[in-house]
């Protein structure tokens, strides 16, 4: 008897951990945020998933292409931060990360020369793990031929299932005017598997260049000196959608981007917060309390009860 409950619970612990990571919450990776409650009122700004061609391709449910997409953000198999997803403007609406690097640390990791993607993006079976776009390419191979799913058709071909997933390489490359805009950037970490998980393109969004390079970075150098003093600081960054795209209409240009930060002591108690919002422009950072951004942001989405931290990290 005691062994076959000690089956039963082995098989409901390997089904537990096979459970997809693309799922309809952030349950799984609840630890990125303040009191593990996630932000509210950003639910219904995405827009749906959609193919080019006419039928769905095989293996994908409908269900599965609900947007947004939650994304608990896995590399090297272990959560690093948390990002929803709008699949049908393939950008981050934000993500979600713990700041662990203080103003006095000093970088001392080489930065990651190139961006992944997210494979349960294309087929819930697929890794969790983020991958390269030609890993992601292979892994589509196998599971198609595992799954008798024919790529003589063009809805099933990993050239396709990955560009119409999400935002690819091919999307930003040699732009002139939009850098890969992290919303969770390297510099705000220690740890190499923490930075290099943030080079996944469901992070990123199309950044004016002279912005990413000049006072939003400035802002995010800054964040870390407010870090200081704080046991944990969570951060939340993310954008509002604009009305221009890149690449013939296949990823969605912010109008804006946005963070907010809460900070708190050994007792898990907040001891300040703030916020700061800029036009996707070289125009300045404006810093304010997290009540002014997220006034802000009601007006810029046209949602409402925008709330990005529990009770306002009070």
Request: aromatic share 10%.
């Amino acid at each position: 008897m005691k062994m076959m409950l000690s089956l039963a619970w082995l098989l409901i612990a390997i089904a537990h951990k096979a459970e997809p990571l693309i799922s309809e919450n952030f349950t799984d990776c609840r630890e990125f945020f303040y009191n593990q409650w996630f932000p509210d009122g950003f639910q219904n700004i995405s827009l749906p998933h959609h193919f080019n061609c006419t039928d769905l391709p095989d293996g994908i449910e409908a269900e599965e292409l609900t947007s947004p997409a939650y994304i608990c953000q896995q590399y090297d198999n272990k959560y690093h931060f948390a990002s929803l997803y709008d699949r049908g403007r393939r950008v981050p609406l934000y993500s979600a990360y713990i700041l662990d690097r203080r103003s006095t640390d000093k970088p001392t990791n080489k930065r990651k020369k190139n961006f992944s993607i997210e494979p349960q993006l294309v087929y819930r079976g697929l890794d969790g793990t983020m991958l390269r776009e030609h890993n992601t390419k292979i892994k589509i191979g196998i599971y198609n031929t595992d799954h008798g799913i024919s790529e003589r058709e063009e809805k099933n071909r990993p050239s396709y299932l990955m560009p119409t997933s999400q935002a690819v390489d091919a999307d930003y490359y040699k732009n002139k005017h939009y850098d890969r805009g992290h919303l969770n950037p390297r510099g705000h970490h220690v740890d190499a598997d923490k930075q290099n998980a943030t080079f996944t393109f469901t992070n990123v969004v199309p950044m004016n260049k002279g912005l990413n390079n000049g006072n939003w970075n400035r802002y995010e150098r800054r964040m870390m000196g407010n870090a200081d003093g704080c046991t944990t600081m969570y951060v939340v960054t993310g954008i509002v959608p604009g009305n221009n795209w890149i690449n013939n209409n296949r990823v969605n240009i912010p109008s804006h981007v946005w963070s907010a930060y809460c900070c708190v002591d050994n007792n898990a108690k907040p001891i300040r917060s703030g916020a700061g919002l800029v036009n996707n422009t070289k125009d300045m950072v404006y810093e304010m309390e997290l009540n002014e951004l997220q006034m802000q942001l009601e007006t810029l989405l046209n949602a409402t009860n925008i709330e990005v931290f529990q009770n306002n990290c009070i």
